[in-house]
């Protein structure tokens, strides 16, 4: 008897064809029911599914691995694989128990190429940094991998968190290139955390951690259709993550569910977390029309969804006047500039011998041998040096942003303000940069309040999202409220790739 299929007799041919075929068929429809159980998974049902033998957590990591492969030189939204992911899968497989406790037992996450890992390049996208790898994980990181986290590699993001140039273009760093938005490859994926929120809408991973100094969770979530959150300041350590302002960073996390979000935040979180129950019955949410005057063209949508909470039992307090916002911008930006001297110099005086550059006026030199001359935030930021002009723009914020939101929660009786995320999308345009319209984030940036973004809908084939913005230190009341919107409006729509 032959040994190959190609030389045995036809009539045997015939035969093994009819046993084979549907064998194969069996075996394709295997694969694409595995496919579609894996999309859009959830941390609970990722649990749930292991718990019943139903597939294992090295299944679940191959697949987003598989994504990745598939879809990435598309995207751009992943810089760099752990080689040794689906090995920790296994290993999480083999010692699993039931009553785990890790909350992110066996979950896959990416984070945002500017946290510090010791076992991948952590780059912020600058050539400078492309051999960087800290000696020590980020404290978020390690607690990631207490709670059983498998950390599946590093996602693409805006260069030095888009504070370079004033021409940047949202999602494109010298590393990873240009991350494209899943819905139109055409459309900005906003940023600077671009690569996370693209990562998770598209699912490449399970969840992400971006970072945000004033809308980088927030822009690039909204515009990819994921929900993301900025916590209250210092809630997340700010150790180990390339800087812009220390009053202003923090770390958080992205996701298709609130849930999701809940989960990862309560895991990094240096904040006890205890979850409220979602709900919107008699919750007082306030409507500020300066925040959404960028927001003309989805009027219509924002109004619809203030019916929608109405109709489930919240009170909108319509017209709540916010003052003296032209004075917090300017301000905000000179803490920004003399905060990201001060603080870059300081990460990069601390980098290894693999790393040449050591400062800030250092980093601007090394950029300029590469032809690189859109370092205009650069410049700036190196000439911000006067201490008493700093000390007036935070007393600025102090007043007219932390004291006066404060007031608004208290004289109001809010639970939280809600706004439209930001403007409309706009074409990639890598000459021009970015023509981002306005955003909402600003005011929970300054006074370092929580906000988080959820998707509600779509409108032109694109996402449409809204803000819900708290008191600081109000953390669990804003997710409850999330969640409850979130099952209100149903408005997490995956990209068709």
Known sequence: MQDSISDTPMRYKTMIKKVLTPLLLCASAFAVAQQQQFDELTINQLHE????????????????????????????????????????????????????????????????????TNFLPTTAGSVALKNHVPKNNAPIVEK?????AIILGKANLSELANFKSTTSVSGYSAIGGQTKNPYDLNITPCGSSSGS????????????????????????????GVVGFKPSIHHISQQGIVPIAHSQDT?????????????????????????????????????????????????????QTLLELKNAGAIIVDDIKLKHLDKVFPAEFDVLLYEFNQGMTTYLSSTGNNVSVKSLQALTEFNKTLGDNKQALLFSALQATDKEKYQNALNIIDKYARQQLDDLFRLHHLDAIIAPTTGPAWPIDPIRGDKFSGSSATLAAVTGSPSITIPIGMRNNLPYAVSIIGNLD???????????????????????L
Do not use: W
């Open 49 to 116: 599914g292991v718990a019943k033998g139903e597939f294992t957590f090295k299944e679940v990591t191959q697949y987003y691995l598989n994504n990745i492969k598939k879809q990435n030189p598309t995207l751009n939204a992943v810089i760099s694989i752990n080689p040794n992911a689906l090995k920790e899968a296994a290993i999480k497989d083999s010692e699993y128990k039931i009553d785990q406790k890790g909350i992110l037992y066996g979950v896959p996450v990416l984070l945002k190429d500017n946290i510090d």
């Open 144 to 148: 990631l991998l207490s709670e059983g």
């Open 197 to 224: 929120a693209v990562a998770v809408s598209s699912n490449l991973t399970l969840i992400s951690l971006g970072t945000e100094t004033d809308g980088s969770i927030h822009c690039p979530s909204a515009m990819n």
């Open 251 to 303: 770390a958080g996390p992205i996701a298709r569910t609130v849930e999701d979000v809940q989960l990862t935040y309560s895991a990094i979180s240096k904040v006890p977390f205890s979850k409220l129950k979602p709900g919107l019955k008699n919750k007082r949410i306030g409507v500020i029309p300066i925040l959404n005057r960028f927001n003309e063209r989805h009027q219509n949508e924002f109004n």
């Open 474 to 496: 109000s953390d669990a009341k804003v997710l409850a409220i999330s969640q409850a919107i979130e099952q209100l409006t149903k408005g997490r729509v995956p990209p068709k």
